[in-house]
Nanobody, 126 residues
Framework: QVQLVESGGGLVQAGGSLRLSCAASGRPLSGFAIGWFRRAPGKEREFVAGITWTTGNTRYVDSVKGRFTISRDNAKNTVLLQMNALKPEDTAVYYC???????????????????WGQGTQVTVSS
């Protein structure tokens, strides 16, 4: 069992930055990938970024490449999502989740993710 707690959401103007944090507890994360998903009102849940805990491989959805950076802090058992140049279309509830990973691959489908946090709201005003 893994418990995940997100933090760092809030209200920001377009062009601004936020840093989301996902604190994990319950078991070691080696062998897992940690993903960030988001769900905007009226839309389906969307994969945003992911990282493998052991090797640090990363993967991003095209719409955030060059603006978002995912990283991990092994000492704090935390995954960070640095979000720069935010746009109104980034407005959503952001969730972190954990999935098993094989050969360093990071799944973009939510069905692959076993444990989920409660989410944190990100609102970008125009």
């Amino acid at each position: 069992q893994v418990q995940l707690v997100e933090s760092g959401g809030g209200l920001v103007q377009a062009g601004g930055s936020l840093r989301l944090s996902c604190a994990a507890s319950g078991r070691p994360l080696s062998g897992f990938a940690i993903g960030w998903f988001r769900r905007a009102p009226g839309k389906e849940r969307e994969f945003v970024a992911g990282i493998t805990w052991t090797t640090g491989n990363t993967r991003y959805v095209d719409s955030v490449k060059g603006r978002f950076t995912i990283s991990r802090d092994n000492a704090k058992n935390t995954v960070l999502l640095q979000m720069n140049a935010l746009k109104p279309e980034d407005t959503a509830v952001y969730y972190c989740a954990v999935a098993a990973t094989y050969y360093g691959l990071i799944s973009t489908t939510h069905d692959a993710y076993i444990f989920w946090g409660q989410g944190t709201q990100v609102t970008v005003s125009s």
